[in-house]
């Protein structure tokens, strides 16, 4: 393994407080993604970057927000206005053109306590 | 919109039987289709691409533009097949995935 890693494996946090999951790659890949994974629900997107100080919108943006100074990083901020942060969450990276494979690193689970 | 659907939260087999994943999408354009699988205790993985036409691990897919249609074969399962199968799709000049519920394929020894 290697490639893109997560950090924390596990993560509490209590409700009303923001907490930031890391995300870095050393892929050289322009383009990061996040993602939740729920039961039930697959994948669903929450950020994309396809460049570094680029971000937009995936389709359940609200209540997160991300950064993306470096190439390697790509930090997603989960605030307290996520009405329901507990979910599982990937991290992604691929080369930019068309239909590039997407690689994912370990996944973080967060739980709001 | 985009989207995929997979009708099959669950599937079990027996080792040796024949196993489908049925995917179909909606899609107006002509998009890449993928197979990707998580096995236990593992980071989700490409399994295979419809632009690749390539057989992985015994499975194969064939996209059916006709049915929208993009399900997962695999003549003979085996207990390692036991996973969580996620089919997706890519827009063509993009690089967003849209992905399926997922169907967690079981197969019984």
């Known amino acids: 393994d290697g490639g893109i890693t997560q950090s924390p494996k596990y993560l509490f946090r209590k409700e009303g407080q923001n907490v930031t999951l890391s995300c870095e790659q050393n892929?050289?890949?322009?383009?990061m993604y996040w993602y939740r994974q729920d039961p039930g629900q697959g994948l669903r997107l929450i950020y994309y970057s396809q460049i570094v100080n680029d971000f937009q919108k995936g389709d359940i943006a609200e209540g997160y927000s991300v950064s993306r100074e470096k190439k390697e990083s790509f930090p997603l901020t989960v605030t307290s206005a996520q009405k329901n942060p507990t979910a599982f969450y990937l991290c992604a990276s691929s080369s930019t053109g068309n239909y590039n494979e997407q690689f994912f690193g370990p996944g973080t689970r967060l739980t709001v306590l | 919109a985009q989207r995929v659907t997979q009708p099959e939260k669950l599937l079990s087999v027996f080792k040796g039987a024949p196993v489908e994943l049925k995917c179909n999408y909606s899609y107006s354009g002509s998009p890449e289709l993928f197979w990707y699988v998580q096995y236990s205790r593992q980071r989700l993985q490409l399994l295979l691409r419809h632009i690749s036409r390539e057989s992985i691990k015994g499975f194969t897919a064939d996209l059916n533009k006709g049915e929208t249609s993009f399900h997962l074969k695999k003549p003979f399962a085996q207990e390692e097949d036991s996973a969580m199968y996620y089919c997706?799709?890519?827009?063509?000049?993009?690089?967003?995935?849209?992905f399926g519920p997922g169907t967690r394929l079981s197969v019984l020894p």
């Open positions: 997706a799709l890519s827009p063509n000049y993009g690089q967003n995935f849209v």
């Open positions: 892929l050289n890949h322009d383009a």
